[in-house]
């Protein structure tokens, strides 16, 4: 039978135990035991399927892959501790000395890391590409390029490039398709769909969706994700038991939190939209956004995040956030909280300012996330700060 998205984020759930339980029980287990010697034995060459040590697999980790590859359309994946070992991992396991990755230039401060900083030091090498030319991309692929990686919408810009584009680039030069759906979720965009190989999320976001605990997922196809298990089984990056087993949970209620943040988010940018204190505005619903048209092709909704450029620069974005007086000021997104970040200064902050002003990142840049309190009172807030931050 086939099911909706709330359904199966909802029934999809770990085998029941003898004891039959409702609600999946937590398995805080280190390891597991076998029947007998032989079966030890079958476990271990991969002749038989089952749990031998948590950092291969659990009960719980294993439920929240089971959702999330269902969600997402895909066959296969692994869960791991944070959301950066999710976008290690689904390079890392996949490329090795002498590789090439052709990349979006709009990433995630600690993806540019990754790529800036650590992966050369193996002799992986990359190329950045603007997603508002895309006619460059394919002149920037190279005999030993093996992977294109982007995030669509980007953190924080809110970029969107064109995936059933980009598929179709991966395709005809055989590349590996790795695309970051933090921003979006599977409730409001699925990149496989469109030809992505692997799909990496930080479940720390809008999939625990209250701030509480750190995940990240890495899904695929079975091919794919055998070398991702292979690389994380030996490398050690799983997710706790009790980590898997809060984000399994919290994905039961995935679809109504997303409509709540979308609706708050898309009011919030426009009101502020042509705000006499504000530069701009930039949400993907907003049909001022650039690449509008896209967002309504390939989201549901334009998600729960927006930014907007306060005039007078950094000096008055710090007064802006230093007069806020509920809205939370932290790195974190995606919380039941609405929170305001400061990309130059934080999350971004190791980004030359050359780099961050080509990926849209103004030194007065704020970006929102949109929480669940009344929409009236998040405005309300950002008024008031405005206001004194004159």
Same mark, same amino acid.
């Given at each position: 039978?086939?099911?909706?998205?709330?359904?199966?984020?909802?029934?999809?759930?770990?085998?029941?135990?003898?004891?039959?339980?409702?609600?999946?029980?937590?398995?805080?287990?280190?390891?597991?035991?076998?029947?007998?010697?032989?079966?030890?034995?079958?476990?271990?060459?991969?002749?038989?399927?089952?749990?031998?040590?948590?950092?291969?697999?659990?009960?719980?980790?294993?439920?929240?892959?089971?959702?999330?590859?269902?969600?997402?359309?895909?066959?296969?994946?692994?869960?791991?501790?944070?959301?950066?070992?999710?976008?290690?991992?689904?390079?890392?396991?996949?490329?090795?000395?002498?590789?090439?990755?052709?990349?979006?230039?709009?990433?995630?401060?600690?993806?540019?890391?990754?790529?800036?900083?650590?992966?050369?030091?193996?002799?992986?090498?990359?190329?950045?590409?603007?997603?508002?030319?895309?006619?460059?991309?394919?002149?920037?692929?190279?005999?030993?390029?093996?992977?294109?990686?982007?995030?669509?919408?980007?953190?924080?810009?809110?970029?969107?490039?064109?995936?059933?584009?980009?598929?179709?680039?991966?395709?005809?030069?055989?590349?590996?398709?790795?695309?970051?759906?933090?921003?979006?979720?599977?409730?409001?965009?699925?990149?496989?769909?469109?030809?992505? %190989?692997?799909?990496?999320?930080? =479940?720390? $976001?809008?999939?625990?969706?209250? !701030?509480?605990? &750190?995940?990240?997922?890495?899904? @695929?196809?079975?091919?794919?994700?055998?070398?991702?298990?292979?690389?994380?089984?030996?490398?050690?990056?799983?997710?706790?038991?009790?980590?898997?087993?809060?984000?399994?949970?919290?994905?039961?209620?995935?679809?109504?939190?997303?409509?709540?943040?979308?609706?708050?988010?898309?009011?919030?940018?426009?009101?502020?939209?042509?705000?006499?204190?504000?530069?701009?505005?930039?949400?993907?619903?907003?049909?001022? %956004?650039?690449?509008?048209?896209? =967002?309504? $092709?390939?989201?549901?909704?334009? !998600?729960?995040? &927006?930014?907007?450029?306060?005039? @007078?620069?950094?000096?008055?974005?710090?007064?802006?956030?230093?007069?806020?007086?509920?809205?939370?000021?932290?790195?974190?997104?995606?919380?039941?909280?609405?929170?305001?970040?400061?990309?130059?200064?934080?999350?971004?902050?190791?980004?030359?300012?050359?780099?961050?002003?080509?990926?849209?990142?103004?030194?007065?840049?704020?970006?929102?996330?949109?929480?669940?309190?009344?929409?009236?009172?998040?405005?309300?807030?950002?008024?008031?700060?405005?206001?004194?931050?004159?």
């Amino acid at each position: 039978m086939s099911q909706h998205f709330e359904t199966q984020a909802i029934r999809t759930q770990a085998a029941q135990s003898g004891n039959r339980e409702h609600a999946v029980p937590l398995y805080l287990t280190s390891s597991f035991t076998f029947e007998n010697a032989e079966q030890a034995k079958a476990l271990f060459n991969d002749e038989e399927e089952g749990n031998i040590y948590s950092r291969f697999s659990n009960p719980n980790s294993s439920e929240l892959i089971d959702k999330m590859t269902r969600l997402e359309g895909l066959e296969d994946g692994f869960a791991t501790a944070t959301g950066m070992a999710a976008m290690f991992g689904s390079m890392a396991a996949l490329l090795q000395q002498g590789d090439h990755i052709l990349a979006a230039r709009s990433l995630f401060g600690s993806t540019h890391q990754l790529l800036t900083q650590i992966f050369p030091k193996w002799g992986i090498s990359h190329t950045y590409a603007d997603i508002s030319r895309t006619h460059e991309w394919e002149s920037l692929i190279k005999p030993e390029t093996k992977m294109i990686f982007v995030e669509t919408p980007s953190n924080p810009g809110l970029e969107i490039i064109d995936l059933e584009w980009l598929g179709k680039l991966a395709e005809a030069h055989n590349l590996i398709l790795v695309v970051d759906n933090c921003f979006a979720t599977p409730y409001l965009q699925q990149p496989a769909k469109w030809g992505a %190989h692997i799909v990496s999320h930080s =479940a720390t $976001k809008f999939i625990d969706g209250q !701030g509480r605990v &750190l995940g990240g997922l890495i899904l @695929g196809s079975k091919e794919l994700i055998k070398d991702v298990r292979f690389f994380s089984r030996h490398t050690g990056p799983a997710i706790s038991p009790f980590n898997a087993w809060v984000l399994s949970r919290s994905l039961e209620t995935l679809a109504v939190r997303m409509d709540r943040h979308c609706e708050s988010a898309f009011k919030i940018a426009e009101y502020l939209e042509g705000h006499t204190e504000l530069e701009s505005v930039k949400y993907p619903f907003l049909k001022s %956004h650039p690449q509008f048209d896209l =967002a309504q $092709k390939q989201m549901l909704k334009g !998600g729960g995040i &927006l930014t907007f450029i306060v005039k @007078g620069g950094g000096e008055r974005c710090s007064k802006f956030v230093n007069n806020l007086s509920m809205l939370s000021v932290t790195s974190n997104l995606g919380d039941t909280r609405s929170i305001v970040t400061h990309p130059a200064t934080t999350t971004h902050s190791k980004l030359s300012e050359e780099e961050r002003h080509r990926v849209g990142i103004a030194d007065g840049l704020i970006r929102l996330s949109v929480g669940l309190e009344n929409v009236n009172d998040i405005i309300e807030d950002i008024e008031q700060a405005l206001k004194a931050s004159k």
